[in-house]
């Protein structure tokens, strides 16, 4: 296991040892390559049995059976003590773009619903502003027939590039979200305000949900290059 790797794990065990409430009855669980620790500590506790666990897409249901969680669906369960998730990028005012995996809505659907969104990821999703070192572009989420009017909407906006996500060698054509909608990756550049351009973006008919999530998280754990971990929040 790498340095990174180590780190990763070690950002994740604090992140669920110091936040995990010791009553909680229903958890959130995202995705990501540093959540997959978070998921794996959860799943050592002895405890593991008197909770379920919300996923945010298929990846995250498969971390939950794998550890042998209880999962749950939050329609069974809309109130959540607490979610773990990961994130592509990250400011110091802990906000994030998410979806780089096309689970967007639903994980902020799970991180809405939670009492409190504990982020694990590594120091390569540091940035001063988003979309500094995050240039893949904001993802969006559409429906399908609303993408080529809303990309015409977004260049006004201001986006310097829209793409369609595609499937790439695992599909012909774009990528479709476990929701069946399409997702766009949008390039802003520096975002500034990310708050204001996330409801801007709300606004255009078509668009399920954005990957900026702002005022939400409320701490982040970063495996840092050295092996220790950091704390933002």
């Not at 994980?107 to 979309?131: M, N, P, T, Y």
């Not at 999530?213 to 950091?230: D, H, L, P, R, S």
């Amino acid at each position: 296991m790498s340095q990174v790797e180590v780190a990763k794990k070690l950002a994740a065990y604090r992140a669920v040892d110091e936040n995990l409430p010791p009553h909680a009855k229903v958890i959130g669980i995202g995705s990501g390559s540093t959540v997959i620790y978070a998921a794996e500590r959860i799943g050592q506790l002895p405890n593991k049995n008197e909770f379920v666990c919300i996923s945010t897409g298929f990846q995250s249901k498969q971390l939950i059976v794998d550890n042998g969680l209880r999962l749950g669906q939050i329609e069974q369960y809309p109130e959540i003590d607490i979610a773990f998730d990961g994130a592509d990028e990250v400011d110091p005012n802990l906000n994030l773009i998410k979806g780089g995996g096309a689970c967007l809505f639903q994980e902020k659907l799970v991180a809405s619903a939670a009492k409190k969104l504990v982020i694990v990821a590594d120091f390569r999703k540091q940035s001063k502003h988003l979309g500094e070192h995050w240039r893949q572009g904001v993802p969006i989420e559409v429906v399908p027939i609303a993408f080529s009017k809303v990309t015409r909407e977004l260049t006004k906006l201001g986006a310097k590039k829209v793409d369609l996500r595609q499937g790439g060698k695992a599909k012909a054509g774009p990528v479709i979200t476990d929701n069946y909608n399409f997702i766009l990756d949008v390039d802003f550049g520096i975002i500034e305000d990310p708050q204001s351009l996330h409801l801007k973006l709300k606004q255009l008919v078509g668009v399920v949900d954005t990957g900026l999530f702002t005022g939400i998280a409320q701490k982040v754990y970063f495996g840092e290059e050295n092996g220790e971990v950091t704390v933002w929040g």
